[in-house]
Nanobody, 131 residues
Framework: QVQLVESGGGSVQAGGSLRLSCAAS????????LAWFRQAPGKGREMVAT????????YYDNFVKGRFTISRDNAKNTLYLQMNNLNPVDTAMYYC????????????????????????WGQGTQVTVSS
C-alpha cells in the first residue's frame, strides 16, 4: 500500500514562491505516474502536473506551465512541486497522487488521467496566495 504525505503548503503573497513535497513509501510496482492535483473551495479536483517514474517525462496543465516545476528525488522517494510567480487563483488544497503505470505511460505524460484514475492519495496541503 502506497502512502503519501504532503508538506510545504502555507500562505504567500502574489508573486511569491512555495515548494511542496510529497514523501512516499510502500511502492510495489516498477513504475508509477505521480501527480499533483489541486482543489479550490466549491470546485472540482484539477490536475496540475504529472511525472512518470520510469523515464522522468512530465506534463503540465496550461495554467501552470512556465511557473510550476514537478520533480522527483528517487533516493528520497520524494515528489516536489516548485511553484513560482504565484497568484490568488492558485489558492487551493494541493494533493499528491500515485497510480501504477507501465511504459511508455503516455496516458500519464500527456495528462489524460483524471483524478478518478489515481489509486493513492495524500491528505493534502493548503496553499493560500493573497493579493
Amino acid at each position: 500500500q502506497v502512502q503519501l504525505v504532503e508538506s510545504g503548503g502555507g500562505s504567500v503573497q502574489a508573486g511569491g514562491s512555495l515548494r511542496l513535497s510529497c514523501a512516499a513509501s510502500g511502492y510495489t510496482y516498477s513504475g508509477y505516474c505521480l501527480a499533483w492535483f489541486r482543489q479550490a473551495p466549491g470546485k472540482g479536483r484539477e490536475m496540475v502536473a504529472t511525472i512518470y517514474t520510469g523515464d522522468g517525462s512530465t506534463y503540465y496543465d496550461n495554467f501552470v506551465k512556465g511557473r510550476f516545476t514537478i520533480s522527483r528525488d528517487n533516493a528520497k522517494n520524494t515528489l516536489y512541486l516548485q511553484m513560482n510567480n504565484l497568484n490568488p487563483v492558485d489558492t487551493a488544497m494541493y494533493y499528491c497522487a500515485a497510480h501504477p503505470a507501465q511504459p511508455p505511460a503516455q496516458l500519464c505524460t500527456r495528462g489524460y488521467w483524471g483524478a478518478s484514475v489515481f489509486r493513492f492519495w495524500g491528505q493534502g496541503t493548503q496553499v493560500t496566495v493573497s493579493s
